[in-house]
């Protein structure tokens, strides 16, 4: 009896002392948070909306299987230089030159895990392949260890008021869920970036206090390595460090270095390994660099041999001059759409009064502006879920500046009290939360555009022998959906005439995909002075241009707005 009315008083105790009670609101808030990410998955989700997303998932299932990093998605450039590079092609596992790794090989282990599920065929009632689910899966836990470090981030910087709010904030920005969706390694970054943040404020505190600081910097250069691997334009980010480190530690040569030297060693193991598959220090990864001048992206790798005669330099100053409008004119949505955090660029009127705080602020500018001139030169083709899109990694800890910032000037305005803090805050979630709110109302396709339609292009391997390629203008999704090595478009109707008849890459063409890709109908004026002016005959289609082209037999998928070609109605045949 006397052990039960201990126990008792410990519980009113507890209750007393509000650790209960912080228990029980932790619980919630954990609830809170996975009934959110499970509402994202289940409901929102149409499957993976990038190209780069697709790509990486698709080496990301070669991973898996064991077959190294190695690609379905095969660009015509890629092609060649490995041709010259060892004399031969082969196109069961040829070598991935394009990717940084670190994202497939993760979503290469969460494969591994779930083989049995990966291996089962799409069905035409599935809405979303499961391999899409186990990549956006991954994607969403990494955002959330994200959040986690930055509250604790905005904790130590801050207090537990702004790091809770803060971290609402950045839970409710939608913009954040759409990349953990998507595909792309964004929220991968934002993960390694806030553990880099989180170093970087104890090497911050440690210098301050005379404690050693080797340790924590060689720390920072471990994540900065990661970050590497997991796309080479954080590299910018890295500069930003290096900069900050210079300036902080007066000159002491050995702190400034040490994760400088740490990211080049780790990133050096891909340079040379892209060097011995490819002969060059990055494979074809560069020639992205020049998407959007003369060519698209893809339109420079369409080709046995990149035309650089073509390349202008007025259309790369245009290109430079048009993504710095747009990015500094959308900085709002590339932060995240979160309302507190462009207020961190005017935070730095303030001084903060913890030096940890204060010193880190520029240690973010520094970086911030480092990756903003690394962006605008690389481009993000006016996408707010683009692949190059670094700017949301700043975001969680701009929104906790431009927080603390807010309550700074509202205290020293004529509005004091609680009620006007909680009407402060009300605003930014309003602001915030708005874009989720509508995305949950509104009307949810069942494909994302141009139509990836998973379980037709399923159909290919139906169609097709494993060791047959088909052409694509959407190459990334026949290699992840069909699990077929995809050739992108040539440059030339008759170029593609002459891969199909002399089997140019070392496998024979099986069939023509083609989407709004390339014939998108309501740019059809555009067509004939485009990059795909020399396959309009395919593109439209004209039968009397295609009367001796191979594959002149077509299906229509999608109401007609995507067609297959083949050599014999393939469609019709029993396999």
């Not at 002491?252 to 994760?259: E, H, Q, W, Y």
């Not at 949810?444 to 990836?452: C, H, I, V």
């Not at 992840?480 to 496998?507: H, I, K, M, Q, V």
Request: overall charge positive; some cysteine.
């Amino acid at each position: 009896m006397a052990g039960t009315q201990t126990k008792i008083q410990g519980f009113v105790h507890s209750l007393d002392q509000g650790r209960l009670a912080r228990v029980i609101q932790v619980i919630a808030a954990i609830t809170s948070i996975l009934a959110l990410a499970a509402a994202y998955l289940l409901i929102q989700f149409r499957g993976l909306s990038s190209e780069a997303g697709m790509d990486q998932a698709q080496v990301a299932r070669q991973l898996a299987r064991g077959e190294g990093f190695s690609t379905k998605n095969l660009r015509i450039l890629a092609l060649e230089q490995l041709q010259k590079r060892t004399g031969h092609i082969s196109v069961g596992r040829f070598p991935d030159t394009f990717n940084a790794p670190l994202n497939p090989v993760l979503n290469a282990l969460t494969f591994r895990v779930f083989s049995g599920a990966l291996s089962k065929r799409i069905g035409t009632t599935d809405s979303v392949y499961i391999g899409d689910k186990l990549v956006a899966a991954l994607s969403i836990l990494f955002f959330l260890g994200a959040v986690v470090v930055s509250f604790f981030l905005a904790k130590r910087l801050f207090d537990t008021l702004i790091a809770a709010v803060g971290t609402a904030l950045i839970l409710i920005a939608d913009q954040f869920w759409q990349f953990s969706l998507s595909g792309l390694p964004q929220m991968l970054l934002l993960f390694l970036f806030s553990c880099v943040l989180w170093t970087l404020a104890g090497v911050i505190g440690a210098g301050r206090t005379g404690r050693p600081v080797l340790l924590r910097l060689a720390l920072v250069g471990f994540f900065l390595g990661l970050m590497a691997l997991t796309h080479p334009l954080t590299l910018w980010i890295c500069a930003g460090v290096g900069i900050f480190l210079a300036i902080h530690f007066h000159g002491n040569f050995v702190r400034i270095i040490l994760p400088l030297v740490i990211c080049g060693a780790m990133f050096s193991l891909w340079i040379i390994r892209d060097y011995r598959v490819s002969g060059t220090p990055f494979g074809i990864s560069p020639y992205a660099f020049l998407d959007g001048v003369t060519f698209s992206e893809a339109g420079w790798m369409r080709g046995l041999q990149p035309e650089t005669q073509r390349f202008n330099f007025l259309g790369f100053r245009k290109r430079t001059l048009d993504e710095f409008n747009y990015q500094l004119g959308s900085l709002y949505v590339l932060l995240g759409g979160v309302g507190a955090a462009p207020i961190f660029f005017l935070s730095l009127l303030h001084r903060f009064k913890r030096d940890g705080s204060e010193a880190l602020k520029w240690a973010v500018l520094l970086m911030w502006v480092s990756g903003f001139i690394g962006s605008v030169l690389i481009g993000v083709n006016r996408q707010s879920l683009s692949p190059n899109e670094i700017h949301i990694l700043f975001g969680p800890l701009m929104t906790c500046y431009g927080l603390e910032f807010a309550l700074v000037c509202l205290k020293r305005s004529q509005f004091v009290g609680v009620i006007f803090r909680y009407i402060l805050f009300a605003l930014f979630f309003i602001l915030t939360g708005i874009p989720t709110l509508l995305g949950f109302f509104a009307e949810n396709l069942r494909m994302q555009f141009p139509p990836y339609v998973p379980y037709v292009i399923e159909y290919f391997a139906d169609w097709t022998k494993p060791n047959e390629m088909i052409v694509s203008d959407m190459p990334w999704a026949v290699a992840w959906y069909a699990d077929r090595g995809s050739l992108c478009l040539p440059a030339s109707l008759n170029a593609l005439a002459e891969y199909y008849n002399l089997e140019t890459f070392g496998a024979p063409i099986a069939g023509v995909y083609v989407t709004p890709v390339s014939r998108d109908l309501s740019f059809l004026s555009n067509l004939g002075v485009g990059e795909y002016k020399e396959l309009l005959p395919l593109l439209l289609p004209s039968p009397k241009s295609l009367e001796n082209f191979p594959l002149r037999f077509v299906i229509g998928i999608a109401d007609n707005k995507c067609l297959f070609f083949s050599d014999r109605p393939r469609w019709e045949e029993n396999h």
